[in-house]
């Protein structure tokens, strides 16, 4: 029981934060985050549950593991300005 939760948590979470993502506008020198939020959701309707199980393991390998491991460096490569 305690893994569905945290499968839908994680898979809630994610495409959460690829909407949030996706609708974000850039500001100057910035590309747009749309890519990010394609990414997510590409990565959520071709894995199905993997993606789910592999959010919620990183998810529940310690605080903010999903956030800082998984969610942070994807924004970074893909809202960053870029050279």
Not at 74 to 79: G, H, M, S
């Amino acid at each position: 029981m305690r893994t569905a939760i945290l499968t839908i948590a994680g898979v809630g979470a994610a495409l959460g934060l690829g909407a949030a993502g996706a609708s974000a506008q850039p500001g100057p020198g910035h590309t747009s985050c749309a890519e990010f939020g394609g990414n997510v959701a590409f990565l959520a309707t071709s894995l199905g549950p993997v993606f789910g199980a592999t959010a919620s393991s990183v998810a529940s390998s310690g605080p903010r593991a999903f956030p800082t491991l998984v969610v942070g460096p994807e924004q970074t490569a893909l809202c960053e300005p870029r050279p």
